[in-house]
């Protein structure tokens, strides 16, 4: 992250996920992921668990019309918000009815919007959930990911036009630096808030919840087990990241990842290369090849 950008430190708050039966998906996610819903307007549900939120409205399968990311205070707020016009980005209306109407939008090369804001205050809390099993499992939203044919020009978005910190980059020709196929970045000293992948077509990749130690990991493929929802990569570990993880597919197909110890890195620490052999998504094993 270039060191004047004051988006940093921010954390991902919250992402939106659309489909045509979003009642359905919903259910889904709080039976599995351990959420509760509230309606809020024009078929839009919130999602609220510990330490993580989503919101699910209508629209086509696997949409995600928005990533959201918590600032830290108004300061913050007023000065992204000059820094994104002194970069020249068309700043857009929040579009997130969980940030306070003020929170600023932005349009990456594929379409994909971030906002950068602060919660509203007046939004009604849960419980404390004890052993409610899913909703006492720890596992706070962390980090969103997007698969993208044009990765060079992500990039350059991500890191020249918002400042984001890169952390690894990953070759997809052997060692040549001229290759990099995948591009991980912070926003705070969590290894990455946000990754991109090189792919045939712009789409969604995965997003992910962040655990407290692997006995979480177990706790969690235990809760998936009773719910009959299969394991469909991992257990493992990431080479970029160095986080333990599994991921399931939710009923859309999408992947919905569970990780722990992911990477602390300082912010002026510079990105690591990783080479065309598999490592860097899976040191146990088999990896996960996008097309």
């Known amino acids: 992250m270039a060191l004047d950008s004051p988006i940093w430190p921010a954390q991902l708050d919250h992402i939106r996920l659309d489909a045509p039966d979003p009642v359905a998906l919903a259910d889904f996610y709080c039976d599995v992921i351990g959420y509760e819903a509230i309606d809020l307007a024009d078929g839009v549900m919130l999602l609220q668990g510990h330490g993580r939120r989503i919101l699910i409205g209508p629209g086509e399968a696997s949409g995600r019309p928005y990533h959201s990311y918590r600032l830290q205070s108004a300061g913050q707020l007023a000065g992204v918000k000059a ?12 579009p997130s009815p969980v940030f306070s109407d003020d929170a600023v939008a932005v349009r990456d090369p594929d379409g994909w919007v971030s906002v950068f804001g602060l919660s509203r205050p007046d939004l009604p ?74 792919a045939s077509s712009i789409r969604g990749d995965h997003h992910c919840y962040e655990t407290s130690g692997w006995m979480d990991i177990r706790d969690w493929a235990d809760h998936m087990g009773n719910m009959e929802v299969p394991i469909w990569w991992g257990p493992g570990r990431h080479g970029a990241g ?26 002026d620490m510079a990105p690591r290369w990783w080479p065309a052999d598999g490592k860097a998504v899976n040191l146990w094993g088999q990896g996960w090849a996008r097309d």
Request: glycine content about 6%.
């Open 83 to 94: 820094f994104l016009t002194a970069q020249g980005v068309e700043c857009l209306p929040n």
């Open 242 to 267: 160095n986080n333990l993880f599994f991921m399931i597919e939710d009923p859309l197909g999408d992947k919905v990842e569970i990780s722990a110890e992911i990477e602390h890195m300082p912010r």
């Open 125 to 198: 809390s849960i419980r404390a959930a004890n052993n409610r099993v899913p909703m006492s499992l720890k596992g706070r939203l962390q980090h969103v990911v997007v698969a993208t044919p044009n990765l060079a020009t992500m990039m350059d978005f991500y890191e020249n036009t918002l400042g984001m910190a890169a952390s690894d980059y990953v070759l997809k020709d052997g060692a040549n630096r001229d290759s990099k196929h995948v591009a991980f970045y912070r926003t705070d000293p969590e290894h990455h808030s946000f990754a991109c992948f090189g």
